[in-house]
């Protein structure tokens, strides 16, 4: 965007030095403006916060009026006061529309953009043709408007179960959407800001209280506790410390699972039912590995891993049953061939993901995205059992 900027200015001649050292100055500003940006998405507002909007068409008026007088002079006429046309009031918007009019990404703002363009093209006065750009608010829309598409893009990329992520999101998007200029925006940002520290920790809670239980749960359950037991039992190979290992893994397992699930009904007042039932925890609960750009889809190492956790916790944990006869009891549901899908599964699985989200605007854009600073998000939890065979 500052390219566009100082293109348009070097293409302003003029022979008069001092306006040379007021270019030369002015780019050195713009430059340092523009190393100090790292979002294209509030250039525009704080370019013209920063007065260098107004001083580039001041800048500009001055070249322009200098070449007239200098013609009008060698010429003998009198000079004149020149007023901007709409066309050359225009010419800055231009070079910043002809740097983005291709990339898809910003049509919202490129819209706002054309419509300033016909505005134009219907005045010759500067004073009408201002006053409908004011009543039209448009030099403010472009930067809404550009905003609202990029955020409104993120978000098919994400997974609207994903509050933590999506919620900042789309409480931004709603301030914008209000936001009728630089104030508004300010404002209603702030007010965002104060939302989402207080709603975004909520969400986090819960989030990291499911993982800590997943996690307990996978150390009573799985081969490094129950699992393991049940394995050496079977095979009649029963090493002394490593049986005891495994035992104390389940009891201390047990302990950390039965607290958790206490805070969890005290602080979130959900039981394990509530959290199998809820879309998104329970993907958290069986640590699941990301297979999308932005975790849109997930695969899981065992597919019946949920049954695993419940019978657990709904037949020794919960029931509080003694280590023993929890060694003994035996499962209705077992682990089989427990592992971490391979790397060339988990690379099957991300060309499923991404051959199902293709037409997603997100991830036809995600190029241009990831050029610029807005990259946020997660994914639309599902099972990648239902997109494809992995074989």
């Not at 009198?78 to 291709?102: C, G, M, N, V």
């Not at 969400?203 to 394995?231: A, C, D, S």
């Not at 997930?298 to 929890?326: C, F, G, K, M, R």
């Not at 899908?341 to 991404?354: L, V």
């Given at each position: ?19 040379k050292?007021e270019?030369?100055?002015y ?6 403006f523009?190393e ?34 200098k ?15 709409p066309?050359?009031?225009l ?13 898809p ?26 006053a409908?750009?004011?009543?039209e ?41 209000k936001?009728v ?27 990291l ?10 150390v ?12 050496m ?55 699941t590995s ?15 891993i949920?049954?695993i956790?419940?019978?657990a ?14 060694i ?64």
């Amino acid at each position: 965007m500052i390219q566009g900027y100082l293109d348009g200015l070097d293409n302003m001649h003029t022979d008069d030095e001092s306006i040379k050292k007021e270019m030369d100055d002015y780019k050195k500003e713009l430059l340092a403006f523009g190393e100090s940006q790292n979002d294209p998405t509030t250039f525009f507002p704080k370019f013209q916060d920063s007065g260098l909007m107004g001083k580039y068409m001041d800048l500009a008026t001055k070249i322009t009026m200098a070449a007239q007088a200098k013609q009008q002079e060698s010429s003998g006429e009198q000079p004149k006061k020149h007023i901007a046309t709409p066309a050359e009031w225009l010419e800055p918007f231009r070079t910043s529309y002809d740097y983005i009019k291709d990339l898809p990404i910003r049509e919202r703002g490129l819209a706002v953009y054309r419509k300033l363009f016909e505005i134009g093209e219907k005045h010759t006065d500067i004073t009408e043709f201002l006053a409908e750009v004011e009543k039209e608010n448009l030099l403010w829309k472009i930067s809404s408007e550009d905003t609202l598409g990029i955020l409104a893009i993120t978000l098919t990329g994400m997974d609207p179960l994903y509050k933590a992520i999506t919620y900042p999101i789309l409480k931004n998007i709603e301030a914008w959407e209000k936001s009728v200029c630089e104030a508004d925006i300010y404002y209603l940002q702030d007010k965002v800001a104060e939302d989402v520290a207080k709603n975004s920790q909520k969400f986090l809670q819960t989030e990291l209280f499911v993982i800590q239980l997943g996690l307990h749960l996978m150390v009573y359950r799985g081969p490094k506790g129950k699992e393991g037991l049940m394995e050496m039992i079977a095979t009649g190979n029963c090493p002394r410390i490593e049986f005891m290992s495994k035992a104390a893994a389940m009891a201390v397992g047990k302990i950390q699972a039965r607290r958790t699930l206490d805070i969890i009904k005290k602080a979130l007042g959900m039981t394990f039912d509530d959290i199998i039932a809820d879309e998104y925890l329970k993907y958290k609960l069986i640590s699941t590995s990301n297979v999308c750009g932005l975790s849109k889809a997930y695969v899981q190492s065992n597919a019946n891993i949920l049954d695993i956790l419940s019978d657990a916790v709904h037949n020794e944990i919960i029931p509080d049953i003694s280590l023993i006869d929890a060694i003994r009891r035996e499962p209705s549901v077992r682990f089989g061939r427990w592992r971490m899908p391979e790397d060339i599964e988990h690379q099957k699985a991300e060309a499923i993901a991404r051959q199902t989200f293709q037409d997603l605007p997100y991830f036809k854009y995600e190029d241009q995205l990831q050029s610029g600073t807005i990259h946020v998000g997660t994914g639309e939890g599902f099972d990648i059992k239902t997109c494809g065979n992995l074989n």
